[in-house]
């Protein structure tokens, strides 16, 4: 694996696209030396000038350009969720562990997402799309508060030509004519062999343990359930600290680990 660049690299924001009322995808594109390749699943550490960085997943990887979906919640990432075309941020990485959809080869697949967990799911599913005869049948179930949440509605319908594409809210009023209820009810309509399949999941962390429990109890094994795991992240190098979930330091040895690792540490309420 190639070592993550250790100092932020300026990037230039080439597009800008609100996906809802506090979420936006940016394009970045280098504005001098690119960084090393990033896989999906993998993340960046992306600083607003003057405000601080964040770890944001990358949800579209194309050559040399970046894809983040953010999400404001806080100064940094309502700083990042602001740019627009022309504006310039620092990028430090590839950091953490990809999703190691080559692996994979010859099972179906389960992409399970909740709100703003599709975005590193994305590049995972556009690999799959564009190589489907090295995998069996895909499957995207997709999670979110309401209908409004929902991230790449448009792209959504697009997967549905090659992919089973199903989403679901929590609530929504008459006008949604989907399925209401926990993105777990979409695995009874879901296309797939439990005992050849590969199960993607990312989402909050009861959504996570809710599907991961769902799965091996379906007969999916523990170490085919791969899992994109959360915490604090200050330096992304393993060095502070603030990531450490038990033995493992998240920026390092995950945000992707399988269930097999992570569901015994997910057992143990954090103070």
Do not use: K
Not at 45 to 68: E, K, Q, W
Not at 176 to 181: M, S
């Amino acid at each position: 694996m190639t070592a993550p660049s250790a100092v932020p690299l300026p990037y230039r924001v080439v597009s800008h696209r609100d996906e809802t009322d506090d979420t936006a995808t940016i394009v970045l594109e280098p504005a001098g030396a690119p960084l090393p390749p990033f896989a999906p699943g993998q993340f960046a550490m992306v600083y607003a000038f003057g405000v601080g960085d964040v770890p944001l997943s990358v949800c579209g990887i194309d050559g040399n350009r970046l894809t983040h979906t953010v999400r404001a919640v806080g100064a940094i990432s309502s700083a990042l969720r602001a740019l627009r075309p022309g504006d310039c941020v620092g990028v430090r990485g590839p950091f953490g562990t990809g999703w190691g959809l080559p692996e994979a080869a010859g099972d179906d697949l389960l992409v399970v997402a909740g709100g703003i967990g599709l975005a590193p799911l994305r590049p995972l599913v556009l690999a799959a799309l564009a190589t489907p005869e090295r995998y069996g049948r895909l499957n995207v179930l997709v999670g979110a508060r309401e209908p409004g949440d929902l991230l790449y509605p448009a792209e959504l319908t697009g997967w549905q030509a090659d992919a089973r594409v199903l989403t679901t809210v929590d609530r929504a009023d008459e006008r949604w004519q989907g399925d209401v209820g926990v993105v777990t009810t979409l695995l009874d309509r879901a296309s797939f062999d439990p005992h050849s399949a590969t199960a993607f999941v990312c989402g909050p962390e009861p959504m996570i343990r809710a599907t991961a429990d769902d799965l091996v109890q379906r007969g999916v094994q523990p170490d085919r359930i791969r899992v994109s795991l959360e915490r604090t992240m200050h330096c992304g190098t393993g060095h502070c600290g603030h990531c450490q979930l038990g033995p493992l330091l998240l920026c390092r040895d995950g945000p992707v680990v399988t269930w097999t690792r992570a569901r015994s540490l997910l057992l143990v309420r954090e103070l």
